[in-house]
């Protein structure tokens, strides 16, 4: 069964505006990731947060990991088309093998 | 994308033909996945590999097996294809123990079983 589940499925914002979208786990985890997948491509690794880390950031991408509630966020700030894709979380329980959520789709309107 | 291609990228089979896909890496990483992505299911692991000669089954490996003869190469062959197992499939590879942690995708085969 899938371990994340990505909120909400679909966004639409307008060019500059932030993006947020939520990730929640059931079991506890040894980090947590997320991908971008644009339209028929592979995934992308975006960013990776250890289960000992509150927040994390990378240019314009935000992190945040709460273990006591088991869920992450991820916000992308000053959104572009580019960033037009499906955004996914996957955990990792220790075991090099992740598991994904079924995706948030982003789309950033000009 | 370079380091890690899948072929073919497009297929079409028959129900109950048996199909191989290839994954192969350059990179040299030991970890090799393999996934299937359908709408509303995200990514889901069928089977992986830790080594030569080594594999395991991830969550929906039925009607699935794989093959490692050589580090470079991840085989994923369909026994018996059936309708179900349309799907975009997704080879990955990752290096936990060295620089590589997070998993590398490769571009994806479209399969379609009629």
């Known amino acids: 069964s899938q371990q994340g589940e990505e909120d909400p499925q679909a966004l639409s914002i307008q060019e500059g505006e932030n993006a947020t979208m939520n990730c929640s786990y059931k079991?506890?985890?040894?980090?947590l990731q997320w991908y971008r997948q644009n339209s028929g491509r592979g995934l992308v690794h975006l960013i990776l947060?250890?289960?000992?880390?509150r927040e994390k950031h990378s240019g314009r991408l935000r992190v945040t990991l709460d273990t006591s509630k088991k869920s992450s966020s991820l916000l992308i700030t000053a959104s572009q088309a580019a960033d037009t894709a499906s955004y996914f979380c996957?955990?990792?329980?220790?075991?090099?093998?992740?598991?994904f959520g079924a995706g948030t789709t982003v789309t950033v309107r000009a | 994308d370079a380091g890690i291609t899948q072929s073919p990228r497009h297929k079409v089979t028959e129900t109950g033909t048996p199909v191989t896909l290839r994954c192969h890496q350059t990179?040299?990483?030991?970890?090799m996945y393999w996934y299937r992505q359908d709408p509303g299911h995200g990514l889901r692991l069928i089977h992986y590999s830790y080594g030569v000669k080594d594999t395991d089954k991830g969550e929906v490996s039925d009607g699935y097996s794989v093959s490692r003869s050589k580090t470079e190469d991840f085989l994923l062959t369909l026994e018996s294809a059936t309708s179900s197992q349309t799907s975009v499939y997704f080879c990955?590879?990752?290096?936990?123990?060295?620089?590589?942690?997070?998993?590398?995708f490769g571009p994806g085969t479209r399969l379609l079983v009629l």
């Open positions: 990179e040299n990483h030991r970890y």
């Open positions: 947060i250890r289960s000992n880390e």
């Open positions: 996957a955990t990792d329980r220790g075991d090099y093998k992740l598991s």
């Open positions: 079991t506890s985890i040894n980090n």
């Open positions: 990955a590879i990752s290096d936990p123990g060295g620089l590589q942690e997070t998993q590398y």
